[in-house]
């Protein structure tokens, strides 16, 4: 059944994101898409800049993806014709006014920051790929936290609802963590259960939604600091995580 899927994304002048590509890829010519970017002034850039410095604090293992630089999104889209539509922030006036116009049926977020309580009421489901065990970990840092507090990983399908990361949870996909994993490569193997949960959600969004876990238990991290992050990274290169059982999705 064709639908109307916003996306709303950031930074139209870096995103290179592979998942977000091939999602949009795999749902053109069913359904009728629009992508809305934010923060799109060049100070927005500088403190997402400044940001990751700081965050990226580790000393990581390698990526898994070699090769060609990806091309940018906004590049596939023009190739694709999709709709775009550009405004300083998703939270302000500007947003507020193409969704209501466009009337999606479905949002999906990637961002990096939350969504006001504004936004997400005015559109029936708003949908994020959260990177860590839900509902136990919510928050900034879930990847890290999961391992540290779970010793394990998973990526929930969930809807964008406030408290962060309390929304229901539609699906579930176990990630393996191998010793040569850091958090970057495990950023990748999040990406691709992302694009997985996604395509499979929208083939019957009515079945996911009617079999839905609550996602209201649980406690809410933040930042991770930089020796606890190191901490997590000995304990994936000590084999930790790589010697429990990995299941399938969880429907």
Known sequence: MPRRIAFLF???????TAWKQHLIRA?????????????????????????????????DAPLLSHGNPRKLTMTVLKELGVPVKRVRSLN???CAQILAEFQPDYVVTAL?????????????????????????????NATEWSLLVTGRLSVSLQRVAWPVDSGEIFMTRDVEVEPTDGMASLRE?????????????????????????SGREGKTYYVMNRLLKQQVLEQIKAGRFSRRQVGGAHD
């Open 10 to 16: 950031n930074y139209p002048l870096a995103d290179n």
């Open 27 to 59: 749902l053109h010519g069913q359904h009728t898409m629009l992508v809305v970017f934010g923060k799109t002034h060049i100070v927005d850039y500088a403190r997402a800049y400044q940001r990751k410095r700081q965050e990226d604090n580790i000393q």
């Open 92 to 94: 302000h006036d500007a």
């Open 112 to 140: 990096d920051h939350l969504l006001s309580k504004r936004i997400i009421g005015m559109v029936p489901t708003a949908l994020n790929v959260h990177y860590g065990v839900l509902p136990e970990v919510k928050g900034w």
């Open 189 to 213: 193997k999040c990406q691709a259960v992302a694009l997985q949960l996604y395509t499979e959600f929208f083939r019957d969004p009515a079945k996911y939604e009617e079999t839905a876990r």
